[in-house]
C-alpha cells in the first residue's frame, strides 16, 4: 500500500470524509500525478491517493483533488505531564508540559504502546476540539512551561501543531515535537522552525527491523535526526524502545550509539526504554531492566554523555551527571527530581562545566503528577 504505485483501497462508509466538516483544513504539501491521483507529500510513504480516499495516516485525504487535513483542531486528549515523561531530561527540567495528540500514525508499528489513539480509524477517538489560541492559554492558565505535540505523530497534523506553536510563542510558551521522525525534507524544514525541541524515536539501527515491524525506512529518520541538529535551533533528544531479540543486540547498540556520537554530537541524550507487550507483538516478553542497564553502559562506552533508562525503576539511569567531574548534577526517581546541583548558568556545581540543554536558574517542582484538561464544546 504505502511506498508504492498501488492505490489505497476504496474508503469505507465509515472512513468517508464529510466536505461540511469544521475540522478540515487545507495542506501545502502535496501535488497531482499523470493519472488522476493526488500525492500526499508530508512524509516517505507518499501516498497517492483518488478522490474520497485517505492516506495511510487516515487523517490526511484527497477532498476534491486537494490533499486536506481532516481532524485539524481536534485531539485525542490533553494532559499535563511532566516534561521528564517526552522524555525530555535537558529541557528545563521538572517543568510541566500540556500534552496532547491526535489520532492515526504514519507509521505500522506492531509494537505501538499507543495503538488505540495512533491507530484509531474511529473519529470518537477525537473527543476534545480545541483552537490553537485555547491551547496555548489553557497551557499559560496550567502553569506550563511548553506545549508537546504527542501520543500519535505530529508529522500527520502538522499545520494544527504550527498553528498551536505560534499561538504558544505568543504566551511566551515553548514547544515540544514527540515524533518518529518520518518526514520528508521540505515539509520538516516548515516544521521544526517552530518547534523549541524535539524527541525523536530511533526504533533501531537496523533497516530490515524497520521495514518488518513499522512499515517504514530508517534513511529519513537519520535525516529527520541531522537535520534538527545541524539545521534548526530545537533542542534534540533520542529514545530507542528496546525490543527483546528484535533490537537489543549489543552490536546493534554499539552501531547506534556511535552513530550518533559520530553524526550528532556526544552531549545529545539518548533514552533506552523498556518494551512491555502490546498490540501485535503480545507474546514477545516485557524488556529485563538488565538489558537497559546494559545498553546504556554500551553508549556511555562508546562516548556519549548522557544516557537515560526509561520504564524500569533505576535512579542512576534517571540521573544527569556532568561530563567534566562525573558529580551527579541533576537527581532524580522516576520524574521527580530529587537533586539539583546546578549552578544559575547551568553549570555543575563541583566543577563549573556547562551541562548542555535549557535550563532555568533554578528547576521545576511538578514532579511525578498528571492532570487532565478538558475544553468545553
Not at 508529522?155 to 518518529?180: H, M, N, P, T, W
Not at 553502559?297 to 551527571?321: C, S
Request: include cysteine; charged fraction near 20%.
Amino acid at each position: 500500500m504505502a511506498g508504492s504505485d498501488s492505490p489505497l483501497d476504496a474508503p469505507s462508509q465509515q472512513d468517508r470524509i464529510d466536505p461540511d466538516s469544521p475540522f478540515i483544513h487545507a495542506t501545502e504539501f502535496w501535488h497531482e500525478l499523470d493519472d488522476g491521483r493526488i500525492q500526499c507529500d508530508v512524509c516517505p510513504r507518499e501516498c497517492k491517493l483518488r478522490v474520497g480516499q485517505r492516506g495511510l495516516c487516515f487523517v490526511r485525504a484527497n477532498l476534491d483533488n486537494a490533499i486536506v487535513s481532516t481532524t485539524y483542531g481536534r485531539s485525542s486528549g490533553f494532559c499535563v505531564d511532566p516534561i521528564e515523561k517526552k522524555p525530555l531530561n535537558h529541557f528545563f527540567p521538572g517543568s510541566s508540559v500540556l500534552s496532547f495528540g491526535t489520532a492515526g500514525c504514519n507509521l505500522s508499528c506492531k509494537f505501538c504502546q499507543n495503538w488505540d489513539i495512533s491507530k484509531s480509524r474511529q473519529v470518537d477517538t477525537l473527543a476534545s476540539k480545541a483552537t490553537p489560541e485555547m491551547i496555548a492559554g489553557a497551557a499559560a492558565q496550567a502553569g506550563c512551561t511548553s506545549v508537546a505535540y504527542t501520543y500519535n505523530d505530529p508529522v500527520i497534523f502538522q499545520e494544527y501543531a504550527i498553528d498551536v506553536a505560534q499561538a504558544c510563542r505568543e504566551q511566551g510558551l515553548k514547544s515540544v515535537a514527540v515524533s518518529a521522525g518520518y518526514h520528508n525534507a521540505a515539509a520538516r524544514a516548515q516544521f521544526y522552525r517552530y518547534m523549541d525541541a524535539a524527541n525523536i524515536d530511533l526504533k533501531s539501527f537496523d533497516e530490515k527491523f524497520y521495514w518488518k515491524l513499522t512499515g517504514a525506512h530508517l534513511a529519513p529518520v537519520l535525516d529527520t535526526l541531522q537535520h534538527i541538529y545541524h539545521d534548526t535551533t530545537a533542542w534534540l533528544e533520542i529514545t530507542t524502545l528496546l525490543i527483546p531479540g528484535h533490537n537489543d543486540s549489543n552490536a546493534e547498540l554499539e552501531l547506534l550509539s556511535r552513530w550518533v556520537l559520530e553524526k550528532l554530537g556526544p552531549e545529545v541524550p539518548l533514552h533506552f526504554s523498556a518494551f512491555h507487550p502490546d498490540y501485535k507483538m503480545m507474546t514477545v516478553p516485557a524488556t529485563p531492566r538488565d538489558t537497559l542497564i546494559n545498553a546504556r553502559e554500551i553508549a556511555l562506552q562508546q562516548g556519549l554523555q548522557n544516557v537515560y533508562t526509561g520504564n524500569v525503576h533505576h535512579r542512576a539511569g534517571d540521573t544527569t551527571y556532568c561530563p567534566g567531574c562525573g558529580a551527579a548534577v541533576i537527581e532524580r526517581d522516576w520524574y521527580e527530581l530529587t537533586g539539583w546541583h546546578l549552578n544559575s548558568s547551568g553549570g555543575c556545581l563541583t566543577c563549573g562545566t556547562k551541562i548542555a540543554g535549557h535550563f532555568d536558574a533554578s528547576h521545576g517542582h511538578w514532579g511525578r503528577k498528571r492532570a487532565a484538561v478538558r475544553f468545553s464544546e
